[in-house]
């Protein structure tokens, strides 16, 4: 069956240091893929979209990588500020048009 | 600014009601989205719609109708609810399939209870 999966555990870190979460899915194919951010009681919003041709995309402090291979994306914040704690989801859109799928999501808390 | 918005953010209903939920895009988008988000298992789609009155199910699409009668609002339709419909309804939009790698627009959401 299809899967996509990001580790259930919060991800608890402190100021400063840099935040790795993990999106791994199973029997997709997918063109591209894309992280979101989503703050308690909000919609998602839209952080990062990687295609399966490329290997990182950047923006600011936030990094991501896609493993085809591995059928894996990283997605990472640098420099971590209180202000990121919230939860990360990654998506992609599976082999049936318009068909998203997401995770169910890491949260980050990031202590002073 | 782009904006989904969502008729409310919270509504309690009665098990049996017929419950409306209604969302809005002003970006002339031509894709619209209906989710639900429960806690453990993330967004499920319900539905989506690529046109005014076209629909297609999503994973989710049991004890659920949707209608499109405009291209810029999208309304899920629950017929009879029932208390395993109480979650976090999220709408989404996006633009047309020819890039079908832009970004979806979230609304709100609305939290829906079911008594």
């Known amino acids: 069956s299809q899967k996509i999966e990001q580790n259930s555990e919060a991800l608890n870190i402190q100021e400063g240091k840099t935040a790795t979460l993990t999106c791994n899915y199973t029997?997709?194919?997918?063109?591209?893929l894309q992280w979101y951010r989503q703050d308690p009681g909000r919609g998602p919003v839209f952080l990062l979209l990687i295609r399966e041709n490329e290997k990182e995309k950047r923006k600011e402090r936030l990094k991501v990588t896609f493993d085809t291979t591995l059928k894996q994306s990283l997605f990472h914040i640098t420099a971590s500020q209180p202000a990121d704690s919230a939860t990360y989801l990654c998506a992609l859109e599976a082999d049936s048009w318009g068909k998203f799928q997401f995770g169910a999501g890491t949260q980050v808390v990031v202590t002073p | 600014d782009v904006k989904v918005t969502q008729s409310s953010r919270y509504l309690v209903k009665r098990t049996g009601e017929k419950v409306f939920l209604e969302c809005v895009q002003d970006m002339d988008h031509e894709n619209m989205f209906w989710y639900r988000q429960d806690p453990g298992l993330g967004l499920r789609l319900i539905y989506f719609?690529?046109?005014?009155?076209?629909?297609e199910k999503g994973d989710i699409p049991e004890g659920y109708s949707v209608s499109r009668e405009k291209k810029e609002r999208f309304s899920l339709i629950l017929e009879s609810a029932s208390t395993n419909q109480t979650s976090m309804y999220l709408c989404a939009s996006r633009t047309e399939r020819a890039s079908s790698t832009d970004t979806q627009y979230f609304g709100p959401g609305t939290r829906l209870t079911v008594l």
């Open positions: 029997n997709y194919s997918p063109a591209y």
């Open positions: 719609s690529y046109d005014v009155k076209m629909k």
